[in-house]
């Protein structure tokens, strides 16, 4: 678990805001989950053999002997959310949420056991056309933000009853391999086998590569999806890879799974995973609601985007404020408000605790403010102020106060 200091939370923030702007843009409204749901929840949704709930989950035992878990992801939270609150009746919703997420991994880079996602979800569709949109948005983000090191990987999962006659061929085939499973998959084999797809063990890997793959068994319906789909994209001139293993570590998805993989980032190169979840609500008790998300790592996204060359835009101050002499830090702070009232979205910062000119000279530079305002006792006696630029080798400037204003106003256009 990280803290996130000064100089990366700039970043942090850059990034997530230009994440929500797009996703506002799309029509999505944020919803705010809490951080603690019955365990129950949880084992449900995500299902009891995946590597989630088998061995990542915070869970423990509250006060009044309730199981509660600390979220490993959100979207069981939203739709949580959606069905206790009734907002899936006959309703459909654009959601996002954010913030951290807690699971009991072995900490690398790049995975961490709080860490950070956003989250976007869309009760109540059906698409293909909100998948393609949830990915769409996506691609855009990546522009907006100078991301070229990633690639997008699709596939089906189809329904329930295709899914199960692949199950079956998949049981055969890893059966008949069974001497090269690992222990993991062998426990897989009986409860889940699908998930075997999804074993992260490069030993595996061969075997993994010669099953039979899900998009040969998919029903028609599915496959109309799925086409559907992949022409959006292809009008949208958004680029992918249909990769016929790729089935994602939960349970609850159906139809489109689709993920953004980076090979900047060593092994964790999975940035934004998403998918279409139609049987969740109702296997969470609710009426049948399609649905679709996806949820993109954060911490994945800010080392991708210094990967990629991004800088986040500095949020240094505009101009920092040093004052020496009798009667000057007084003016100084009552300058300050003064200019935070009249010159928009100004950052000013004020020397605070004295010193000589010196030393006020030193924290100014430091600052990264692009003017140190000087305020000396003969300034402020003839009424005027030194506005001295920091970033270059301009000249310093006597400005009368009463101008200080416009004309900060105007340099710092
Ligand atoms: P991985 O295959 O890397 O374990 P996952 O399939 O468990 O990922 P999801 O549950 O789909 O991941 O979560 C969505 C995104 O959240 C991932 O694509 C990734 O960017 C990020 N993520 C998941 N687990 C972690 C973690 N422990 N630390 C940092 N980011 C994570
Ligand atoms: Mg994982």
Known sequence: MNDILPDVSGTWRYLE????????????????????????LFRRSIGEVTDIVEKEMYT???????????????????????????????????????????????PQKGRYRQFHQFDVEALGYEGPDVDAELIIMNARMWRRLGISRIRLEINSLGVPASRSKYREALVEYFTGVKSQLDEDSIRRLEQNPLRILDSKN??????????????????????AHFEGLRALLDA?????????????????????????????????????????????????GGRPTPAVGWAMGIERLVALFAACGGEA??????VYIAAVGDGTERRAFALAEELRDKVADIRVEVNMGGGSFKSQMKRADKSNAEYALILGEQELAAGRIGVKPLRSDDEQASVALDDLAATLEAKLK
């Open 313 to 318: 835009p500095p949020l240094a101050a505009d």
């Open 60 to 106: 423990f035992l509250d006060r009044n002997g309730e199981s509660l878990t600390l979220r490993p992801e959100a979207t069981a939270s939203v739709v949580r959310a959606g069905m206790t609150n009734g907002l899936l009746h006959n309703q459909r919703h654009k959601l996002w949420t954010a913030g951290p997420m807690f699971r009991y991994e072995k």
């Open 236 to 284: 949208a001139g958004v680029e992918y890879t249909v990769n016929p293993r790729l089935v994602r570590g939960l349970d609850y998805y159906s139809r489109t799974v689709f993920e953004w993989v980076t090979d900047a980032l060593g092994s964790q190169g999975a940035v934004c995973s998403g998918g279409r979840y139609d049987g969740l609500v109702e296997k969470l």
């Open 17 to 40: 805001s230009a994440v929500r702007e797009i996703v506002q843009a799309y029509g999505y409204s944020e919803i705010r989950v809490p951080l603690l749901e019955y365990t129950e």
């Open 202 to 223: 490069p030993e595996m890997q061969a075997v993994v590569e010669a099953a039979p793959v899900m998009l040969d068994y998919l029903d028609d319906e599915s496959a």
